[in-house]
């Protein structure tokens, strides 16, 4: 049974989440809805949901972003593990009620997210530093989460860096499936996008040298604890 990988952009791919997941024995299948792939007709061999990142915003006219928010909010309802990275996070905020607009300014480059008091105890984020650096790549945001929504994280900029609802759907702004190649492949043509963040590129650079390496220890973490504490099968078999 397969986890659906919701790719919508080359450069957006599962990284370290996928690798991990590979590495825990889970199938995955990469659907490219922007592209013309179809979503499975039911749930019935469904063993998660992932929906990364991308260029797109929400609130755009693309074909395929109606069959997704309706996908996403009927995996939540049938309580499977549903997990979303940027564009991810702010679908799945649309999807079950949430608000999702601009950044007043974008959020590029690695800066501190901070989890909140009430989330130092979250099972998803055991061994995940309360003030961590994380990589942004984002001009909108979940301005706010769905009701009953928990917010794990924020940073300076952005106020719903994380959120949880219910027990499986966990939506992540940052990204922290992001690898070395992933990062360069964003930010190679991003110039403009940084310059607008308030970075210069030589900044930048000065960042990733500086906060890669605790960026990666911490997010490989959180990629084991979503293998391992979320998607149930797992623990079923170091049981048996």
């Not at 991990?20 to 179809?38: A, I, K, M, P, W």
């Not at 915003?57 to 996403?72: G, M, N, R, Y």
């Not at 008091?117 to 909108?140: C, E, K, V």
Request: a negative charge.
């Amino acid at each position: 049974m397969p986890i659906y990988v919701l790719q919508h952009h080359d450069a957006n791919r599962p990284g370290r989440l996928g690798m991990t997941l590979r590495d825990h024995g889970f199938d995955q299948e990469v659907l490219r809805l922007d592209r013309g792939d179809s979503l499975p007709s039911d749930f019935d061999d469904v063993d998660g949901v992932i929906s990364l990142g991308g260029p797109q915003q929400v609130d755009e006219k693309h074909a395929w972003i109606a069959p997704e928010l309706d996908f996403l909010r009927e995996a939540h309802e049938r309580a499977l593990p549903v997990i979303g990275v940027c564009l991810g996070c702010q679908m799945i905020a649309k999807a079950l009620g949430g608000e999702v607009g601009a950044s007043e300014q974008p959020e590029m480059g690695f800066d501190t997210v901070t989890i909140n008091a009430r989330s130092h105890t979250d099972t998803m984020l055991s061994g995940i530093a309360w003030n961590a650096p994380q990589f942004h790549h984002h001009s909108y945001e979940v301005k706010e989460a769905p009701a009953g929504a928990r917010v794990l994280s924020s940073s300076r900029r952005c106020k719903v860096q994380a959120f949880a609802l219910g027990m499986r759907t966990y939506a992540f702004q940052y990204h922290f499936e992001a690898d070395r190649s992933i990062i360069d492949d964003l930010t190679k043509d991003a110039k403009t996008q940084l310059h607008a963040s308030g970075l210069t590129t030589e900044e930048f650079a000065q960042q990733l040298e500086r906060d890669y390496p605790v960026f990666a220890r911490l997010a490989d973490r959180l990629c084991v604890n979503i293998a391992t504490y979320l998607i149930p099968r797992v623990a079923n078999a170091i049981q048996r």
